[in-house]
């Protein structure tokens, strides 16, 4: 056993691969574990490493990454996987334990500030949910889509993978019901009546019943294909959006409009945070891009007096 005698099969590489993701219960750290692996495979195989899987060729691969200008939690979680993929070797007896621990403990990029997205206005939100042509197969889903991320504030894998099942009725209203979402954390979401319609009005005209909600279309403007990919949802928001003459948007972007929106109409920070399916409301608020208002802090309406 030496730290070259996981480089040498690519069998090795792909059985622990397979090993990491079957260790992942989320679908979403999955997806990026695999394409954050597949990446590190990629580069490790362009030439020859002299020093094999180590913790120096570790480093090297995260100032790879670092000179692609990528941010410290895309590079962070790329690092994890490989750290992950270390320990795997380790244990099938592919990497000597002392190397493995020493790529266990490179450290990730620590992130300065807060990452700032980018949110609609109503108006705005407003446009790009009118900029499909409802006319067309095509305009009917994409306008869905849109309606979708924007009223329920889905992810695009959630978006991607959402089916027919998860549309159902509870307490007299229509919900997506029981959606998987990031470390497999469960919600149910409440569907405005304007989305559900945008939903009818395309699942109507492609037929679907069953399985997959959104699926590709072609040219000829016919459904094709079983389900669209995440893929195809960034790149259809990006043309709308260009389209539209609005900002350079990603479909996460339509997440944290939703919470702003709901937020802006009244809607309670709690409430917004389940919708949104995260663990603590200080993420929601991040969301929110908000940040505490000491000046007219909202204790202040409190009126109570010392009675003297």
């Known amino acids: 056993m030496n730290e070259l005698a996981v480089a040498d099969r690519a069998s090795d590489w792909h059985r622990l691969k397979s090993l990491v993701l079957d260790s992942v219960s989320s679908p979403i750290t999955r997806r990026v574990y695999n394409l ?42 790329r690092i994890t996987a490989v750290r992950k993929l270390a320990v795997e070797a380790a244990d099938n ?56 991320l924007l009223g329920c504030g889905l992810r695009r894998s959630e978006l991607a993978n959402l089916t027919m099942k998860h549309v159902q009725q509870r307490d007299s209203r229509w919900c997506i019901v029981d959606l998987v979402g990031k470390h497999g954390r469960v919600r149910t ?64 972007d339509l997440r944290r409009t939703m919470a702003k929106l709901c937020r802006s109409a009244g809607g309670e920070l709690e409430q917004i945070q389940l919708l949104l399916g995260h663990s603590s409301v200080q993420t929601t608020e991040r969301y929110l891009g908000t940040k505490q208002d000491l000046a007219h802090a909202p204790n202040d309406a409190i009126k109570l007096n010392l009675g003297v």
Not at 36 to 42: K, S
């Open 189 to 252: 979401i409440p569907m405005p009546s304007w989305v559900k319609s945008a939903i009818d009005a395309w699942t109507a005209v492609a037929g679907v019943t069953e399985g997959h909600l959104f699926r590709p279309v072609n040219r000829g403007d016919q459904v094709c294909g079983d389900r669209m990919s995440e893929k195809v949802v960034w790149q259809t928001l990006k043309t709308y959006a260009a389209g539209a003459g609005l900002p350079d948007i990603a479909p996460h």
């Open 36 to 77: 954050g692996l597949d990446e590190f495979i990629a580069w490790f195989q362009q030439e020859p490493r002299p020093a094999g899987f180590t913790k120096a060729t570790v480093t090297a691969w995260r100032v790879a990454l670092e000179a692609r200008k990528l941010g410290p939690i895309s590079i962070n979680v």
């Open 93 to 148: 007896g592919l990497l000597a334990p002392e190397v493995a621990s020493g790529i266990a403990r490179i450290k990730g990029i620590r992130a300065h500030g807060v990452r700032v997205g980018n949110w609609l206005s109503l108006q705005q939100a407003q446009a790009l949910l009118n900029a499909p042509d409802a006319s067309t197969k095509k305009g009917l889903r994409d306008r869905a889509m849109f309606a979708t």
